[in-house]
């Protein structure tokens, strides 16, 4: 059993920068995906970004595509989102999640969710 718990979020002004943090435990990463996904108040969960646990490599929404990052330890099970210029539409819960395999955009290809952490970014 994969328990994710993110950390990180809070309230910050627009044009500033975040980092989020989710920290796996239960077992280690293997060569399953990671991704970040948000919720804003009254819209569908949407895709923010993805990673490889092997290789690294990356995957954006075009949305958050040059301002956000994501990055991982695996030695350390932990995978960040790193969030710059943030804008007041950035707003919602953000949550990270183990795929099934690689990551991609659709929720329904992931099989662990954490419980989200609040990201408010006001203007």
């Known amino acids: 059993q994969v328990q994710l718990v993110e950390s990180g979020g809070g309230l910050v002004q627009a044009g500033g920068s975040l980092r989020l943090s989710c920290a796996a435990s239960g077992r280690t990463f293997g060569d399953f995906g990671m991704g970040w996904f948000r919720q804003a108040p009254g819209k569908e969960r949407e895709f923010v970004a993805g990673i490889t646990m092997i290789g690294g490599v990356t995957y954006y929404a075009d949305a958050v595509k040059g301002r956000f990052t994501i990055s991982r330890d695996s030695a350390q099970s932990t995978v960040y989102l790193q969030m710059n210029s943030l804008k007041p539409e950035d707003t919602a819960v953000y949550y990270c999640?183990?795929?099934?395999?690689?990551?991609?955009?659709?929720?329904?290809?992931?099989?662990?969710w954490g419980r989200g952490t609040q990201v408010t970014v006001s203007s």
């Open positions: 999640a183990e795929a099934l395999g690689s990551p991609s955009p659709t929720a329904r290809t992931y099989g662990y």
